[in-house]
């Protein structure tokens, strides 16, 4: 039986991963053993994914991504070039904190932008857009754009990566896609039509 997945002659697949049907891996990249990537999954050049992480369907991994071994990304994840997650909070190169490995959990449609920290133990919720360099030291709630080093909230997007303004009554319309979403208590939530 032939594989359903791409990988180019210079990719490494260490033994015990499930690969998605149409997924695409390219030159240099590294899957480490018992990781799960979804179908349609894109991992870029020179990207390392370690033991045990899980990837769902259509995540896009751009060029010199790592992604540890405590990472979970949900559907349509899009992954910045060479950002990075962490999963020990206090490494030491003489010190072994294998039992010490901190999650990450990655929401649906979130994006991570190039030369972005994602700081372990820090869940980036779903259709949350994290900024180029941003460093992230919090969780990320759902829709929300996060900036900076350190990373701190500079308003809200919408599922189409679109800035949101809300209106008095905390109503606000995506440009785009003519979704509308709702601000209430410090959350939003797509209204569903």
């Given at each position: 039986?032939?594989?359903?997945?791409?990988?180019?002659?210079?990719?490494?697949?260490?033994?015990?991963?499930?690969?998605?049907?149409?997924?695409?891996?390219?030159?240099?990249?590294?899957?480490?053993?018992?990781?799960?990537?979804?179908?349609?999954?894109?991992?870029?050049?020179?990207?390392?994914?370690?033991?045990?992480?899980?990837?769902?369907?259509?995540?896009?991994?751009?060029?010199?991504?790592?992604i540890y071994t405590g990472v979970t990304c949900d559907d349509d994840v899009f992954l910045g070039p060479s950002?990075?997650?962490?999963?020990?909070?206090?490494?030491?190169?003489?010190?072994?904190?294998?039992?010490?490995?901190?999650?990450?959990?990655?929401?649906?449609?979130?994006?991570?932008?190039?030369?972005?920290?994602?700081?372990?133990?820090?869940?980036?919720?779903?259709?949350?857009?994290?900024?180029?360099?941003?460093?992230?030291?919090?969780?990320?709630?759902?829709?929300?754009?996060?900036?900076?080093?350190?990373?701190?909230?500079?308003?809200?997007?919408?599922?189409?990566?679109?800035?949101?303004?809300?209106?008095?009554?905390?109503?606000?319309?995506?440009?785009?896609?003519?979704?509308?979403?709702?601000?209430?208590?410090?959350?939003?939530?797509?209204?569903?039509?």
């Amino acid at each position: 039986m032939s594989k359903e997945y791409y990988n180019h002659e210079t990719a490494i697949i260490d033994e015990g991963c499930n690969i998605g049907k149409g997924t695409k891996i390219w030159h240099f990249s590294h899957i480490m053993p018992n990781c799960t990537l979804g179908e349609n999954c894109n991992i870029g050049q020179n990207v390392v994914i370690s033991p045990e992480v899980v990837l769902g369907k259509n995540v896009k991994v751009q060029n010199n991504v790592s992604i540890y071994t405590g990472v979970t990304c949900d559907d349509d994840v899009f992954l910045g070039p060479s950002m990075v997650f962490t999963n020990v909070i206090n490494p030491r190169s003489a010190i072994n904190r294998k039992n010490e490995y901190a999650k990450t959990h990655v929401g649906k449609g979130a994006t991570i932008g190039a030369n972005a920290t994602i700081v372990c133990g820090h869940d980036i919720g779903a259709y949350a857009f994290i900024g180029a360099g941003a460093v992230v030291t919090k969780n990320v709630q759902p829709f929300s754009l996060w900036v900076g080093n350190p990373a701190k909230q500079m308003g809200w997007i919408s599922e189409y990566g679109h800035r949101l303004q809300f209106d008095n009554e905390g109503i606000a319309v995506c440009i785009e896609s003519k979704e509308k979403y709702k601000l209430d208590k410090g959350q939003v939530k797509k209204i569903e039509n």
